[in-house]
């Protein structure tokens, strides 16, 4: 029968059957392996196998698929026992826990409480709630002293670093400096690999030497220490497969042994195989003995059953480290150069988007996206050109760089062509923009850069980098492969069963000691909900209308989380360098964070000048990229945070990953930084009725690239406005902020009634400038807002397809004119937004050739989260007088940008005192949003120019 068993396994292993037999065995009632419980399909293609030989082949292949499981969902956490009874308890109203089944509270010497805190193992299965594997009580004063400790010594800045060595002359470091052994922290013992924070006074000189991040964690001894015949330690053992534990670290003589559960306290380490070493260790239970069961040997026929081979009971998981090309097919980049369907080549556009077609169709759009970059940039080419040397670079005068004709960075491609040898290519890389005199610095092959002649005429052409696609590309086929359903696909049930209880989410303001006394109710009920939010894939979203402060929320919730926990790795995102910078400067106000606390990194292609002094001092270039991971709070943008790819990170590097603007960046792009953890809180702050991605190709903005993950996400049944709560949204998932600082009461009336369902409040107590009160050129006093109406006409010149408006230009100049010269307001605090390049330029030459200098004109875009006392607004479109008698058809087609709603409302939501429109009412009056500003204008007597058809 034994012989008979074998060939069955052998030949299931070929056919499949051993698996899908595992698998109903493993979903049928525990412990009843009954005959009855196999498929009938399955007895008739055994009918050799006796009844006996299947009641023991059941149980076999149940045990392998029991210990091959991957699908329980395992943490370690700290809580709170919340209700206790003689048999069960609760932990922080949502862990359950048997307590005569927990045999580690008799190591507290005491039945546990209401009240304690407590170390917990907990686990959860499919379709069920969590339950506590270990508990365990925490010995507070304990606990707290080394906190205290860590806290004793004043400091006047840190610095990380890794211990490189340790000898007689003191502990050195990886950047060469040694230091001596009497600076450590009292109660640390200094190892090799151990990531460190060195506290430094103002002169530079060093007060401490201590851990850098610390937790508590309860585990599993996956490997005992290894001790010699003369009682010295020759290797070390492990917990849980990725924390190294010493005899040295052991408690009261205990010596590990496999199985057995332990309490350690553990700081971060560079080491190749484990994250975290043991700086205390305590017994909790001993493991079974029997645990290792060996394999049976059956007599006749010799034949041999194995048992399932062992695995890791907590699998490391950590970041890919290699990043693909991701070459765009010719054959699609041939059907977009000529027009020709691209359907039949990316199917997966007309699909709806799944899990299922998820890469396939990000990367479709990609491709689309990079090739009209690709063409745009051959615009820009130029014939004729010649190379001047200068040191070790070659200059290339480019005509127009300054004012972004092509728009090039730092590591973007230039090639040469010359008119000898049209078929080589010459490559170089730019390293330095000089943008006042339109010249790049550029480096090529070391042969080309020796001989190159001066007097030659080349052909250039510009390529932008591949290495941001490159990474958008690996990002959404890393979340395809890794299935975040949770994240991309947030449902009902799939929340629900992540074991969040609604009551985590309750205020709890008087809890917290918030940095920033001025936030309001809801601000605080947003930190306070995302602190006791346990870890899920779906993100906590701080919705922030126009001038509510969810970026000041959001820089709360991240001085809340890193000093809350010792253990916490917060990685900070934004699409933008500039969104990234108010983050870092608003973290920065706080006297607590210092240098060695928070690092602002920022990519290669970064301008130096470009960069706020303010922060210079937490900047971090690619050239430092391993020390700068090691850093607690972590700021970069969405795309740059790629480049922690290459570290091979562990998956719980970061415990929290916060998006700001996230409403900004397409759908790939944020998931960039989303790849570098595995089971980080996700908190996203932004707007979706703002501006969204700002996608260049027509065909990829079209199919959804310019769609945003925010935007998508809350389109979801539980993200969605429901009267079920008090606020309208579900507290723990969504805080929606109304109270609006920015703007004038007035100002917020239109925008509150068009987008937030009237919820906005006017929080604005003083006006900047309350003399625009009573400025003579108001249509109406006190009302701060101006719609003056211009019949003029658009125009385009030869060489631009953009518009410009002539008679709205010399408007939008008359009103600044007059603000300066009446002295109501500093030029400073007066912004012009118009959505046409070519009037922002017409618009900019003209104010400079008057002299008036710091007026900010610039598109939407460039204004999103910017505001200004004064905004102008010029609208461009207008049907003029040669278009005839009105169409109204063709009218609303010739409104352009104008019809775009999110435009609509950040252009009128950026100013504080005072709004002005200039355009042509009777063609904006045709699409809803504009109508409904120009009918509040004339209801409060804010109109004035041209007349109203």
Not at 153 to 178: A, F, K, M, Y
Not at 609 to 621: D, E, G, L
Not at 700 to 726: K, W
């Amino acid at each position: 029968m034994a012989g008979f068993l074998i060939y069955l396994l052998s030949s299931m292993r070929h056919s499949g059957k051993k698996e899908t037999i595992a698998t109903y065995v493993s979903k049928s009632t525990a412990g009843n392996y009954a005959c009855s419980k196999v498929p009938k399909a399955y007895l008739r293609s055994t009918t050799r196998i006796s009844t006996e030989g299947v009641h023991r082949f059941i149980p076999q292949c149940a045990k392998e698929c029991r210990n091959r499981s991957h699908n329980k969902e395992r943490s370690s956490r700290v809580g709170t026992v919340t209700s206790i009874s003689e048999e069960h308890g609760v932990i922080d109203d949502f862990i359950y826990f048997d307590v005569s089944a927990v045999g580690s509270f008799a190591h507290g010497g005491r039945p546990p409480k209401v009240g304690d805190q407590v170390n917990v193992d907990i686990e959860r299965l499919p379709d069920c709630g969590w339950r506590a594997l270990s508990v365990f009580i925490t010995d507070v004063d304990e606990s707290r002293q080394f906190e205290s400790l860590y806290n004793s010594l004043p400091q006047d800045s840190h610095s990380v670093c890794c211990i490189s060595q340790i000898d007689d002359l003191g502990i050195t470091v990886d950047q060469g400096l040694t230091f001596s052994s009497d600076k450590v922290q009292e109660g640390y013992k200094p190892a090799i690999g151990d990531w460190i924070r060195l506290d430094l006074t103002a002169t530079g000189e060093v007060t401490c030497l201590r851990p850098l991040r610390v937790k508590e964690l309860t585990g599993k001894v996956a490997s005992s220490p290894r001790i010699n015949s003369n009682g010295v330690e020759t290797a070390e053992g492990r917990v849980n497969d990725d924390v190294s534990i010493s005899v040295s670290s052991c408690e009261d003589g205990y010596i590990p042994k496999r199985g057995d559960l332990v309490s350690a306290r553990v700081m971060e380490i560079k080491h190749n195989y484990c994250i975290w070493r043991a700086l205390t260790t305590r017994l909790l239970s001993r493991g079974s003995r029997n645990s290792n069961q060996k394999s049976q040997t059956f007599e006749s026929g010799n034949w041999v059953l194995r048992g399932g081979f062992p695995e890791k009971a907590f699998p490391r998981r950590s970041t890919p480290s290699f990043l693909p090309k991701y070459t765009v097919p010719e054959k699609v980049r041939r059907k977009v150069e000529d027009g020709d369907d691209i359907l039949a080549i990316l199917p997966s556009l007309s699909e709806k988007l799944s899990m299922e077609n998820y890469a396939e169709r990000f990367s479709a759009l990609l491709y689309l996206e990079e090739i009209h970059n690709e063409i745009e940039m051959r615009k820009y080419g130029i014939s004729g050109a010649r190379l001047e040397r200068r040191g070790q670079y070659l200059s290339l005068h480019v005509p127009g760089m300054a004012d972004g004709k092509p728009d090039l960075s730092v590591s973007d491609l230039v090639v040469l062509h010359t008119n000898n040898r049209s078929d080589i290519e010459y490559h170089g890389f730019i390293h330095h923009l000089l943008p006042e005199s339109e010249e790049i610095l550029l480096k090529f092959h070391a042969e080309f850069q020796e001989n190159f002649d001066s007097l030659e005429n080349y052909n250039v052409e510009f390529r932008h980098g591949r290495v941001p696609f490159r990474r958008c590309h690996f990002a959404a086929r890393l979340a395809q492969r890794q299935g975040w359903h949770g994240l991309l696909f947030p449902s009902e049930s799939k929340y629900h069963n992540t074991g969040v209880n609604s009551s985590l989410a309750s205020d709890g303001e008087d809890t917290y000691e918030f940095f920033n006394a001025k936030l309001n109710a809801r601000q605080k009920q947003a930190v306070c909900r995302i602190l006791a939010k346990n870890e899920s894939s779906s993100p906590y979203i701080i919705f922030g209308p126009p001038g509510t402060g969810k970026t000041m929320t959001l820089v709360e919730v991240i001085l809340q989380l890193y000093f809350s926990s010792r253990s916490s790795r917060i990685l900070v995102c934004a699409p933008s360098n500039s969104a990234v910078d108010v983050i870092c400067e608003r973290i920065a106000r706080y006297e607590k964070i210092q240098s060695g606390d928070m690092a602002r990194f920022n990519a290669i292609r970064r301008l130096e000048n470009s960069i706020p002094p303010s922060i210079v001092q937490y900047c971090r270039s690619e050239e430092e990229i391993e020390v700068t991971s090691r850093y607690r709070i972590i700021l970069t943008t969405c795309t740059n945070a790629g480049a922690f790819f290459g570290l091979n990170l562990p998956g719980d590097h970061f415990t929290h990953v916060c998006m700001d603007e996230a409403g900004q960046a397409t759908e790939p792009e944020i998931l960039i930084p989303i790849g570098l953890q595995t089971n980080a809180q996700l908190i996203f702050a932004g707007d979706p009725q703002q501006l969204g991605p700002v996608i260049m190709s027509p065909l990829a903005s079209a199919y959804g690239l310019s769609v945003s993950l925010l935007e998508r996400v809350m389109t979801m049944d539980i993200y969605q406005h429901s009267e079920r709560y008090p606020d309208g949204y579900d507290p723990t998932l969504i805080t929606k902020l109304v109270n609006n600082y920015r703007s004038h009461c007035k100002l917020i009336e239109i925008p509150s009634s068009l987008f937030y369902r009237n919820e906005l409040v006017a929080c604005k107590e003083t006006a900047d400038y309350s003399n625009l009160k009573d400025w003579a050129y108001l249509p109406r006093k006190g009302f701060p807002l101006i719609f003056h109406g211009v019949a003029g006409q658009h125009v385009r010149e030869r060489d631009s397809p953009s518009l410009m408006n002539p008679a709205e230009i010399v408007q939008i100049v008359r009103y600044v004119k007059m603000l300066v010269r009446d002295q109501m307001i500093d030029v400073s605090d007066i912004g012009v937004v118009t959505p046409y390049r070519k009037q922002v330029e017409k618009i900019r030459m003209l104010l400079k050739g008057l002299s008036t200098h710091g007026v900010k004109v610039g598109s939407v875009e460039e204004f999103q989260g910017q505001e200004k006392s004064v905004i102008v607004v010029s609208t461009v479109r207008s049907q003029g007088e040669n278009n005839g008698a009105e169409n109204t058809s063709s009218s609303k087609l010739s409104l352009g940008f104008l019809s775009n709603f999110r435009r609509f409302n950040v252009a009128i939501t950026r100013a504080r005192d005072l709004l002005i429109i200039i355009g042509n009412p009777n063609l904006l009056k045709l699409d809803h949003n504009w109508n409904a500003l120009l009918q509040f204008a004339c209801k409060h007597g804010g109109y004035t120019g041209c007349e109203l058809k």
